[in-house]
């Protein structure tokens, strides 16, 4: 695609505001020296960026206003959220006002992002830019350049978080087209557990907004971290995400990615299992209408043996909306009794909703366990006819049908907030009452 409108606009960004440090100097060369990507790219064929491309973003800047709180109060409202660590930011600033902390800073480091940079440097210098690889990815290596702001999380070795973390992030397109540049590090420590939610969300508004995000999750050894990430943004708003996961040995570490609105919509979920005795999970779930369009590329990577990964993603699809899913496991030459499952089913409601689906299974070992499949098809006619015959209307039938294809993977959802503000969405989205 060359030298895009974006491209463009973020070299002159860049030229304005040198990066600093070494690893944004080489972020940024690595970010001129890319092209945004086509569907002649193998990893990004179904997903044509053309649109997103060619706009006249503004970046967003890092002036904090009663305006943003204003913007961001209803979004955060959504959840009932007494017991949580919560943080907030409008277009990647920092809102303290809606913010707070209720678990003490001897069991949770938590802060902004250029805030703990100073304030728990030596834990921040260890984990940041080590584990998100930028080598081919344009994106992230815009947002390692473009000194992106978000949250620090860390969580001291033998310390367990009760209370759960919720990060709300909101993009607001409400003076022109905007650019917004998310980054995260979440650091849990050795034998330390930590249940977190990022919450992605934008205003209604006729102009386009474009989150780039970029997190990198550190789990030591023997730790446990349950990671939520729930999308939920306007039909003018898009969102390329990368999440890089490294486990150490004994870890656990569970992913769930629930997409349900958006222009386009890319998510990026690779975990490094580099320890024996590891469990991963990546559960995703996917509800689709309009010409919503929503691509889940994730890597299980096994790099030591005795390790175990599961992987199940769901989608219901309506309208013109489109799905793609593309997920590698990876079990390196070392990694001899791995186990590893992958399974992606969908639903097409609509004759003219489409899915793309690639399960990839590359295995160096000899003595593992691994399975994958993908299911495409319609509900089930047979189910729908036996509900009817019960008394129950057509369109219920229906939509008591989607909601058990869903409820897999919501039953992993174990926020209460979260999994009850999901199951609304979806269920409003199905005509139902719950």
């Known amino acids: 695609m060359g030298k895009t409108h974006l491209k463009s606009l973020a070299l ?71 017991n949580a660590n919560v943080l907030v930011f409008v277009n990647g600033v920092y809102i303290p006002a809606l913010s707070r902390v209720v678990t003490p800073e001897s069991d949770l480091k938590i802060s902004n992002l250029s805030e703990a940079k100073s304030k728990y440097a030596a834990e921040f210098g260890k984990h940041f830019g080590k584990y998100a690889n930028d080598e081919h990815h344009i994106f992230a ?19 367990t978080v009760e209370a759960p973390v919720i990060l709300h992030y909101i993009a607001s397109a409400e003076a022109g087209d905007v650019l917004v540049q998310t980054r995260n ?27 780039n995000m970029v997190t990198e999750v550190f789990v030591g050894g023997n730790a446990r971290f349950d990671h939520y990430k729930i999308q939920n943004e306007a039909n003018t708003s898009s969102h390329i995400g990368f999440t ?14 629930v997409s349900l609105s958006g222009e386009i919509v890319r998510n990026n979920l690779h975990i490094a299992i580099d320890g024996q005795n590891c469990e991963a999970f990546m559960n995703g779930l996917y509800v689709l209408d309009g010409n919503t369009v929503v691509d889940n590329h994730t890597v299980a990577d096994h790099r030591q043996p005795h390790s175990h990964s599961n992987e199940l993603y769901k989608g219901l699809l309506d309208g013109k909306s489109h799905a793609v899913f ?29 899915v793309d689906t690639k399960p990839q ?74």
């Not at 990893?43 to 706009?55: G, V």
């Not at 919450?199 to 386009?208: I, L, P, V």
């Not at 150490?248 to 570490?253: K, P, T, V, W």
């Not at 174990?414 to 503000?421: A, G, H, L, P, T």
Request: aromatic share 10%; proline share 3%.
């Open 326 to 354: 593309n997920g590698k496991i990876f079990v390196r030459q070392d990694a001899q009794k791995t186990n590893a499952f992958q399974s992606n089913k969908n639903i097409l409601l609509s004759p003219d909703a489409n």
């Open 244 to 257: 890089q996961t490294w486990q150490l040995q004994d870890s656990y570490y569970a992913n769930t990615t």
């Open 12 to 82: 002159a960004y860049l030229e304005a505001k040198p990066p600093q440090s070494d690893i944004q100097k080489h972020a940024a060369e690595l970010f001129r020296s890319l092209d945004i990507p086509t569907t002649k790219n193998e990893e990004w064929k179904y997903l044509n960026l053309k649109n997103i491309a060619s706009r006249a973003y503004t970046f967003a800047n890092g002036n904090a206003s009663n305006i943003a709180a204003a913007i961001a109060k209803p979004f955060v409202e959504a959840y009932d959220e007494q």
């Open 185 to 211: 590090l979440f650091v849990v420590g050795t034998s330390a557990q930590l249940t977190l939610v990022e919450h992605y969300n934008s205003t209604e508004q006729a102009n386009h907004s474009l989150t």
């Open 141 to 159: 290596a815009l947002n390692t350049a473009a000194d992106a702001e978000g949250a620090f999380i860390y969580v001291p070795n033998n310390k």
């Open 361 to 434: 299974l590359e295995i160096w070992a000899d003595d593992v366990k691994c399975s994958h499949g993908c299911t495409v098809g319609a509900l089930d006619e047979e189910l729908l006819f036996y509900l009817c015959t019960r008394g129950i209307n057509e369109e219920t039938a229906r939509a008591l049908l989607m909601l058990a294809f869903a409820e897999d993977v919501l039953e992993r959802i174990q926020v209460k907030s979260v999994r009850e503000y999901v199951e609304k969405i979806i269920a409003a989205r199905l005509k139902m009452d719950i």
